[in-house]
């Protein structure tokens, strides 16, 4: 103990001597350099460095950076690549994704209600995925018709899967996504749309079954695991159900008034003056934690804000999905470098790597909100950053979770690039 603490103090005195000499020579070189005018003049004095990050002044949009988008007939055919991925990985029983592929740190997941959770959420967003890209395709509709029956199957069974863990909100907002899809895909068949419109309204008493105490969604509840969750509001979970209760609105099945607005109320406590978003109300006490600064907020600030101006807020105007759009391209390193890392939140910010497909996914979404005639340069941002990433096999993933990150990730960059083709 003492040879330890010895040597620290002499490394200590060390730097001490190193440090005294450094600064004597520097002082010594002001002075000469001040004496000596002639030097001086030839000093090279340093240039402020000007970002190219602009401030966020909601009271104007930002100035864009000129980006060539990928051409119309490269995103239409990674559009075809994937739509095949989709179509070739779907499980002989309609549904997508499985519980295999693990790895040493896995998700937690209690078996058997996560992954069900986990299967619902996956095969919603494939068909959502199909249905916007590929509707008219023999192959997709083939694709369609054995996700659909699956869902209706299945849907309706979904539950927590313990007190702890209830990824199964995930499945009933996606399904609700999808269902608002399929409602009008079969606009021609009122015997379907009915069962359609019953289902959704089955998804919306089963949000109401687990949502929080507080309002809005969490997906666990550590607090005392009761029949209604005790779950911290997660912002983005809230955002996710808030655009998928909008799909239902828009085809004209009206969601519970109430667990809207308490949905509402609840990412609005979370929202910051920037339109940062907390992860999560527990972090309410700690608003400058790395994962509720500006970097960590990349991937979900797209998803609040369409929520929110998809449900009234009028704060949430064009510029300040301008300028969060503009942001999420400039600053986009910050949500790629935690992007295929195998630990959760182990990035810079805190950033996990699903929070990737998920952010630009909403992001499109934000696109759809902007004047067609004022679209053109977010999409070229977008599908500049999305059309890359496209693996060999026609795939996007960012976030090895089991068997499902392939197909929503997918389905998830596909939804991103059609929004990115110009209006039909």
């Not at 005195?13 to 450094?22: D, G, K, N, R, T």
């Not at 239902?248 to 969601?255: H, L, M, S």
């Not at 009234?312 to 300028?323: A, F, I, Q, R, W």
Request: aromatic share 12%; charged share 20%; glycine share 6%.
């Amino acid at each position: 103990m003492s040879q330890a603490k010895h040597g620290i103090q002499s490394t200590v005195a060390s730097s001490l001597a190193v440090l005294m000499f450094v600064v004597t020579s520097c002082v010594g070189m002001n002075i000469s350099f001040a004496e000596d005018t002639s030097l001086a003049e030839h000093v090279a004095q340093p240039t402020r460095k000007i970002s190219r990050l602009q401030k966020l002044d909601f009271r104007r949009p930002p100035v864009l950076p000129d980006i060539k988008s990928p051409s119309v007939e490269t995103i239409t055919r990674s559009i075809h690549d994937g739509v095949q991925f989709l179509v070739d990985d779907q499980n002989p029983n309609g549904s997508w994704g499985s519980a295999t592929k693990t790895k040493d740190l896995n998700i937690y997941a209690p078996v058997p209600g996560a992954h069900h959770a986990f299967r619902a959420a996956t095969t919603s967003l494939c068909l959502s995925a199909l249905v916007e890209c590929a509707a008219d395709d023999d192959e997709a509709r083939v694709a369609i018709e054995k996700g659909e029956a699956w869902l209706f199957e299945y849907l309706p069974k979904l539950r927590r899967a313990d007190g702890t863990a209830m990824y199964n909100v995930w499945g009933h907002s996606y399904g609700i996504e999808a269902l608002a899809h399929l409602h009008r895909y079969h606009a021609d068949d009122t015997a379907r749309t009915a069962a359609i419109r019953s289902l959704i309204e089955q998804q919306f008493e089963m949000l109401r079954k687990y949502e929080s105490v507080d309002g809005g969604w969490g997906y666990y509840d550590q607090r005392y695991q009761a029949q209604r969750p005790t779950s911290s509001s997660i912002s983005f979970v809230g955002g996710t159900a808030l655009v998928a209760l909008h799909r239902a609105k828009a085809i004209g099945i009206d969601p519970p008034e109430d667990i809207v607005k308490r949905a509402v109320a609840a990412i609005h406590r979370q929202q910051k003056p920037d339109f940062t978003y907390l992860y999560g109300e527990y972090l309410k006490d700690r608003p400058m934690r790395e994962i509720n600064r500006p970097g960590g907020s990349l991937g979900r600030s797209q998803c609040c804000n369409a929520a929110l101006r998809f449900w009234g807020d009028v704060e949430v105007t064009d510029n300040v999905l301008k300028h969060w759009l503009y942001r999420l391209y400039e600053r986009n390193g910050w949500l790629d470098i935690g992007r295929k890392r195998p630990v959760p939140h182990e990035s810079w910010f805190q950033v996990a790597g699903y929070f990737y497909y998920f952010g630009h996914y909403y992001a499109a979404i934000c696109i759809d909100e902007l004047p067609a005639a004022e679209r053109a340069p977010y999409q070229a941002m977008l599908a500049d950053l999305i059309v890359p990433l496209q693996e060999k096999n026609g795939c996007w993933w960012d976030y090895p979770l089991y068997d499902y990150h392939r197909p929503y990730g997918t389905a998830m960059a596909l939804m991103t690039l059609k929004r990115c083709l110009p209006a039909e």
